[in-house]
């Protein structure tokens, strides 16, 4: 441990005898140091006392021991100097008798740790208001508190090298198909790198394509988006010093979904649906679109409205395609310097900083209104898509459609499009298509992708478990009082 300040060794002595050394160690800035005094430390200074020691042999020092220690909540036994190494990095206390080749491991974890709040990044109105936080422990029970099953599994796992972080591997035993399970324990079990820092390096190390744009794994931050997705037969992965849990796998038609169109009217949750899904295809392709008609399809623009666009083009003294991408990066720093600035600061900065620069852009004859007008609304159009990572990098596919729309016009677009598509039918998370839409064999659940359907006309199968049946709670029909006749009911 190269002497470090935070590291305490405790020795005393059982018995009054010199040669029954005993030393509990552990490092007081990860372990409870009240938990050590009540659980440990004092237990055996009470039993150190000769009139307790005086019938006891070396052979069962450490039993005797262990059947002291009543207040401890864990204790294992240890075999080697690496795992008393390790337990101790974990903030446990471990009892070291001299002659006895082997040690007590006690759980006296006790570091600071973040109180339970609200989602921040996944803001809802409906369902529960709570969030993960960084210790993994409280982040297992959060989601054991939503499903309250005796099948689901928790597998423990360490990853990293030097970090040594704790990563559990959830899943509903009989739900989850062994494939999947198996597939992700064997990738995280792989993972061979010196630090592991927080889920998203995780996800990184074990996604299928590397060099894919495109986030095909879902984060999440709350504990009924884990339980939801786990009955439904997917995995999730929670990592000590990460507020987020990693779903896999997942599909297209996820990028839509938010946690609260469960709790939500049926009706009102597809048209909520339908609405993200068009501020999606808005906020990938206004842009290019855009540039495409006025630069070459301008014969599709009402003679009015060509007469306005043209006014204002006049005096720009760049073409409109580059005039559109230094738009939009200008409209990326602007986004950008409002997240990394302090709270207080960024929203004033990135609200004022947009309008004033796109004002003054316009007065000085650098760009057009039009222009203006269509990028603000598709940067508008992109904070509907619920999933920040994936936002992210598809609105980073706006800049390629706008060269290519500035090229070749509508054609470039469609290629593009085709592109996309041809992408995404290529690629898969944990060995199942990202893109696929329905189950083989059960066209049904096509329409579920776009609309919510009521729980009574749901799909009776799980997407992921389709052997086992999604109980969806439907009400009895009503009692035909006629059928027990008169004066007394059937039985």
Known sequence: MHDSSDLLIHEFLLGGRPDWKVAVVYLESLADEAAVKAAVTEPLLLWAR???????????????????????????????MGDVLDKVLKGHAVLLVDGVEAALAVETKGWPSRAIEKPSSEIGVMGPQVAFTETIKINVAL??????????????????????????????????????VDEVRRRLQSIDTDVILDMGM???????????????????????????????????????????????????????????DQYMNPLTSSAMRIIRMFAY?????????????????????????????????????????LTAVITELIMEVVREAGVRLPQQFGSAVSIVGALVLGQAAIQAGFVPPGLVIVVTMATIASFAVPRAEKAISYRLLRFPLLLLASTVGFYGVAFG?????????????????YFTLYTPGEVHRLATKVVAVPPQLSPATRPLG??????????????????????????
């Open 466 to 491: 389709s052997h086992d049946r999604v109980r969806r709670g439907r009400l009895p029909k009503p009692r035909d009082p006629k059928a027990s006749g008169r004066g007394g009911s059937r039985r």
């Open 202 to 260: 995780i996800r990184n190390l074990i996604r299928d394509d590397p060099f894919s744009p495109f986030a095909m794994d879902r984060l999440t931050e709350r504990p009924d988006s884990v339980a939801a997705e786990l009955n439904k037969g997917r995995v999730a992965v929670l990592s000590n010093n990460s507020p987020f849990a990693l779903i896999m796998p997942t599909n297209f038609s996820m990028v839509f979904d938010t946690a609260e």
């Open 50 to 80: 000769p009139d307790f020691v005086k019938d006891l042999s070396r052979a069962s020092l450490l039993d005797q021991a262990h059947s002291r220690l009543i207040l401890a909540q864990d204790i294992k036994r240890l075999e080697t």
């Open 417 to 433: 499009a085709l592109m996309m598509i041809y992408q995404f039918s290529s690629l898969k998370s944990v060995g199942v298509p």
């Open 143 to 180: 989601v054991r508190l939503q499903l309250n099953t005796s099948d689901l599994v928790i597998e423990p796992m360490t990853v990293g090298r030097k970090s040594r972080t704790d990563v559990r591997l959830l899943y509903v035993d009989g739900v989850a198909p062994g494939e999947i």
């Open 281 to 321: 295809a808005l906020s990938l392709f206004a842009s290019p679109v855009y540039v495409a008609i006025v630069t070459f399809h301008y014969e599709l623009v009402p003679l009015p409205l060509l007469l306005n666009i043209a006014t204002t083009q006049e005096g720009v003294p760049l073409p409109l395609g």
